[in-house]
């Protein structure tokens, strides 16, 4: 099992966006999440394909894209040109959710598939086999610099149960209200990719990641 740190670049100052992503890669992040929303499915806008367009080629990272939009599968493919390697959707937002994670794996990406806090982690057991990640949402998708709610942690302990259960080596990630005061707690409940945003980028972006990863490391 790899422990991945992922910063999420919503809580980055966009002017100096390139200079602040490198500053996590060179500390060992190896994912950088990119957070998509659309104002339908959540709460607010973000930013979009031309943005992932724009930084393809200017990190080794991987690209894990997460959609916060209703019927994602009308974007797979765009995504998939602007450079995701990984394109997480939401149960929640799909009419077919397997079709969706077919069309994820069919464009040669790796296929997430992400809950809200609200909804049941029950509901992840008929997709596991067509994914390669769970995400398990620790704050209510929309915005950084939420609390974590603490009922993500049985969540978090189930999904590794159920994947277990089907003989799957599952990536399972945490998203939202994650520092260095509760991460050892989702890395401990199971969860081994770790989503990072303003906990990184407000402030030293380079002291942050190093910081989180010297706790990541130490899980392998
Ligand atoms: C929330 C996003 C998160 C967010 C996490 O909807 O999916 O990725 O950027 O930010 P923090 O770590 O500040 O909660
Ligand atoms: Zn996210």
Redesign the pocket.
Known sequence: MEYILAP????ADFKNLGSEMKKTEEEGARYL?F?V?DGMF?P?ISFGIPVLASIQGATGQVMDV?L?IREPIRYVEDFRKAGADIITIHLEACQDVHATLRAVREAGLRAGLSICPETDVEKLAPYLREIDMALI??????????S?LPGTLEKIRRTREMAQEQGLDLDIQV?????MSNIRQVLDAGANVI??????F?GDAKENTKALMEIVKSYE
């Open positions: 999420s670049i919503l809580s999440h957070d929303m959540v607010n997460h916060m949402m620790s704050v209510h998708p929309g915005f950084g610099g939420q974590f998203d939202g209200g994650i520092s989503v990072v945003g303003s906990g990184v407000k």
